[in-house]
């Protein structure tokens, strides 16, 4: 199948490259500087560009079977107080063009990134958490995040939003704990490569379309 994605040049995005291509799949991403991406084969086309501008995204999500959003709001460093470096409404801007496009070209799948804590998952957080994730810098990424679940959610689409647990690298293949409303109980972390391994399933097997989905590691 051919699957777009916004946002692979990220550390998540990237394996879902690298998953998407091991499985045979056609992957056409949208990158602002492809030369960083050093992955090479003839089924990956690299689109230079950026996700705010429709007609990038036009040109990576036209004629593709699945779209996978991997897109984040990026600081200087993983310190939480470190200055914010992308626009504060990357994702939800980007989210709405290719809500537009896919609504154009009668594409209908799409697989977010979001993030535990966002939603109803926020009460779930102990004081000291939410305090970390909405009183830093960190809360911009959370914010933009809520805003493209809702996008997503009234788009009419056959979508799946993520919300992974605390994300960390890492090569190990390991199961993972899909949580829908609440049931299983998540925990732990979940490795980045893992992820991208459940997204590409999820693009393949049409799993947990309009659902909420929490992922975490054992």
Not at 2 to 20: A, D, F, N, P, Q
Not at 76 to 83: F, G, N, Q, V
Not at 201 to 217: F, M, N
Request: glycine share 10%.
């Amino acid at each position: 199948m051919k699957i777009s994605i916004l946002g692979g040049s990220g550390r998540t995005g990237l394996w879902v490259i690298k998953e998407g291509l091991e499985r045979g799949h056609e992957i056409f991403a949208l990158l602002r500087t492809p030369r960083k991406i050093d992955v090479q084969s003839e089924h990956l086309h690299l689109i230079e560009g950026v996700p705010t501008s429709l007609d990038n995204v036009r040109e990576t999500v036209k004629g593709t079977d699945a779209v996978v959003i991997a897109l984040n709001i990026n600081r200087k460093s993983d310190l939480p107080w470190a200055k914010v470096t992308s626009p504060l409404d990357l994702i939800s801007s980007s989210v709405k063009n290719a809500i537009q496009v896919m609504q154009e070209e009668g594409i209908t799948r799409i697989i977010s990134i979001s993030a535990y804590g966002v939603g109803d998952t926020r009460a779930k957080i102990n004081a000291f958490g939410r305090a970390f994730l909405f009183g830093t810098n960190v809360k911009y990424a959370y914010l933009d995040h809520e805003r493209q679940e809702k996008l997503i959610a009234a788009s009419g689409l056959d979508w799946t939003i993520i919300r992974p647990v605390y994300l960390k690298g890492g090569n190990k293949v390991k199961d993972i704990i899909a949580t829908v409303n609440g049931k299983p109980k998540p925990k732990g972390s979940v490795i980045r490569r893992n992820l991208a391994r459940f997204i590409v399933t999820c693009a393949e097997t049409g799993d947990h379309a309009k659902e909420y989905v929490t992922l975490s590691g054992n």
